[in-house]
Structures are given as C-alpha cells and as structure tokens.
T-cell receptor, first 114, second 118 residues
C-alpha cells in the first residue's frame, strides 16, 4: 500500500520568506500527485497536480512543485509567502491504475506572520 | 458555479442514534467519494461510487453505509454512531474515463460535515 510523508507538521514564516514543504511517497508504480490546501474554515482546494510531462508544475497563487521520481518526492515551493497563505497543506498521491483512493499525508500547518 | 455541496455542515448526534449525511454535486461527475478526517489527521477514504457501482474500502467499518440514488446525490449513513466516529466527513467527486485504469482525474471536495457524537 502506498504512503505519504510530510516532514514538517507546523511551519511559521514571516511574510516574504521563501517556502518549501517536503513530501515523499512510497509506491512501486506510477502515481499521480497532488497538493491540496485548506484555508481556515474552508474546504480542501486543489493547489496543483502532476500527472506526466514536465516535472516542474505550477499551480495557483504562485505555488509550484517539483516531482523527482528518483527520490519519490513532490516538494511544494513558493518564493515569497503572504499572510493569506496561512493554511494547512496536504500532499496526496493516487496510483495510476487500480484503487481510486487518494492517500494523503498528515498535513503541514503553515502560519505566515505579517 | 459548479460545485460539491454537503449538508448539514454541522451535525450533533447521540451515541447509537442513526445519522445521514448528504452530498450533492453539479459537476456531473461519475465518481463520488466519502472520506473521514479525524482531528489533526489526514482524510481517509471510506468508500466510493463509480457510477452506480459501490466500492468499499477493506477497513471501513460495517457501521458505515452509502447510497447513491442518482448521479447528483450521495448519502453517508452511520447506523449506530460511536464516540470514535466524531470527525469531519468529506465528499469528493471526479470524472473518470475508465474504471480503475488509466490516469486518475482530480478529485474535487465539498466543505465537509463536522459530526459530533455525544
């Protein structure tokens, strides 16, 4: 069974700081990869996804993520965070074939201080 | 706007009293999912419908059941809720081309129903 690890449970940054959230997964086959964001009091929203092609994917609000197949990683980055980026971020994977279940990481709570 | 809607947003029930949570979607997606998210944990899939075909996860308790009367609606029934069932319940949808094969599509989530069992 696949699993997803998010290394940082709680990150506190000042505005304009750079962000990198780690995500590693374990699965032997091809996967599709996602980052979801949950703003306070709101539902899970798709931030970005990787299905195939260019391993560097760009999402909404200036976020990007890089898929490194050899490292089983899909780290999320943003060059300069804003107070409005305060949220919980979930990395998720789903196998290309077979079970349709998204496997989520435990989440990273990002707090951006003004 | 096309969306995934869940009702109610908050539900309080008593131990052992059956409860039904509702999900509807205007995306016309053929797959609907129910996830359970306990406090400070990741969402965990309970089951999903591919069209009318029900797919249960192996470790989903028998206490949890689901109905999908049509494409737009899906219900989660908890027959005899226990204290451990207190959680956020998330509905999601996706449009899949083939059952279990090929590239998986993005799942879109509703706002969730926060269930408290007393």
């Amino acid at each position: 069974a696949q699993s997803v690890s998010q290394h940082n449970h709680h990150v506190i940054l000042s505005e304009a700081a750079s962000l990198e959230l780690g995500c590693n997964y374990s699965y032997g086959g091809t996967v599709n990869l996602f980052w979801y964001v949950q703003y306070p009091g709101q539902h899970l929203q798709l931030l970005l996804k990787y299905f195939s092609g260019d391993p560097l994917v760009k999402g909404i609000k200036g976020f990007e993520a890089e898929f490194i197949k050899s490292k089983f990683s899909f780290n999320l980055r943003k060059p300069s965070v804003q107070w409005s980026d305060t949220a919980e971020y979930f990395c998720a994977v789903i196998p290309y074939t077979g079970r349709r279940a998204l496997t989520f990481g435990s989440g990273t709570r990002l707090q951006v201080q003004p | 706007d096309a969306m995934v809607i869940q009702n109610p947003r908050y539900q309080v029930t008593q131990f052992g009293k059956p409860v039904t949570l509702s999900c509807s979607q205007t995306l016309n997606h053929n797959v609907m999912y129910w996830y359970q998210q306990k406090s400070s944990q990741a969402p965990k899939l309970l089951f999903h419908y591919y069209d009318k075909d029900f797919n249960n996860e192996a470790d989903t308790p028998d206490n949890f059941q689901s109905r999908r009367p049509n494409t737009s609606f899906c219900f989660l029934d908890i027959r005899s809720p226990g204290l451990g069932d207190t959680a956020m319940y998330l509905c999601a949808t996706s449009r899949e081309k083939k059952p279990g094969q090929g590239e998986k599509e993005t799942q879109y989530f509703g706002p969730g129903t926060r269930l408290l069992v007393l």
